[in-house]
């Protein structure tokens, strides 16, 4: 049979500023909706649904709002943000950052902004 695709990400960064590259949020919203039909119309036989999963970049607040307004409900599975709070993997205390629960819950500020 082979293997299921789980899920469709869309893009890597692209989200706010990005890095190095960026799509507005009303374009991006408008992206997801066209993909999600995409998706839709190639698993409409199928009895497996694959997630979408979005936008997987740096969280900033307005953006991520306007990106759900955009794209409205049923659109993303699964809202994704990526965080770098460990620092560099050259850290020399990176080891000690991952088993310190107080450090890993300091990201909780991110969100509450």
């Not at 799509?23 to 993909?35: F, P, T």
């Amino acid at each position: 049979m082979g293997y299921l695709q789980a899920d469709f990400g869309a893009g890597n960064e692209l989200s706010g500023k990005g890095i190095g590259a960026s799509v507005g949020v009303a374009q991006y919203g408008k992206d997801l909706i066209k993909l999600k039909q995409i998706l839709s119309t190639l698993y409409e036989s199928s009895k497996f649904k694959p997630s979408l999963v979005a936008p997987g970049g740096f969280y900033e607040k307005y953006w991520y709002e306007r990106l759900l307004q955009v794209s409205g409900s049923g659109i993303i599975n699964v809202l994704t943000h990526h965080l770098y709070n460990l620092g560099p993997d050259s850290d020399e205390h990176l080891e000690r950052k991952i088993l310190d629960p107080e450090h890993l819950s300091g990201v909780e500020s991110i969100c509450i902004k």
